[in-house]
């Protein structure tokens, strides 16, 4: 049975994911979930002149938690066994590195948008899931 590492962030796109993730645990394809949300580091910014960097860790974990919420209650209620981390990165390179640290053997998350809009978008800047497969050494698996 796998382990699955589903990255969550505050979109509702997120979310189709676990839903999906919630499945194959029920249908006893997976043993475990491991929710993971990755905050950019704000003492990069210019909030750390105004803050201290404790203040800036308690906003980070804060808004981690927020976007972790919706996530939980659905695992929750469908009796899956889960785990959550809470990482603080650049978002592409530190889901691949924490599948790896966590044993993970597969990545699963929600599929870019098909409208022309983000297809032109996303020629330019490069979705995640482009840069994740790129980079990742575990399997990865979008989910619409």
């Known amino acids: 049975m796998l382990k699955i590492l589903v990255p969550v962030s505050r979109s509702t796109r997120s ?9 194959l645990y029920s ?12 905050q950019p580091p704000l003492e990069s910014t210019r909030l750390e002149a105004f803050y201290p960097l ?7 974990n ?7 919420d919706r996530a939980e209650h659905i695992l929750k209620d ?4 889960y785990s959550v981390t809470i ?3 650049p978002l592409v390179p530190t889901i691949a590195e924490c599948a790896e640290k966590t044993g993970c053997d597969e990545i699963l998350l929600a599929a870019p948008r098909n409208d022309p809009l983000h297809t032109v978008f996303n020629f330019f800047s490069h979705s995640v ?16």
């Not at 249908?27 to 990755?38: F, G, P, Q």
């Open 15 to 23: 979310l189709q994911a676990v839903r999906h993730a919630a499945f």
């Open 27 to 38: 249908e006893r394809c997976a043993s475990e979930i491991v929710l993971m949300n990755v």
């Open 54 to 60: 404790s203040k800036l860790r308690f906003l980070e």
């Open 62 to 68: 804060s808004y981690a938690h927020a976007a972790l």
């Open 78 to 81: 469908a009796g899956v066994k």
């Open 87 to 89: 990482q603080v990165g």
């Open 129 to 144: 899931l482009a840069r994740l497969v790129r980079i990742s050494r575990v399997p990865v698996t979008a989910v619409r």
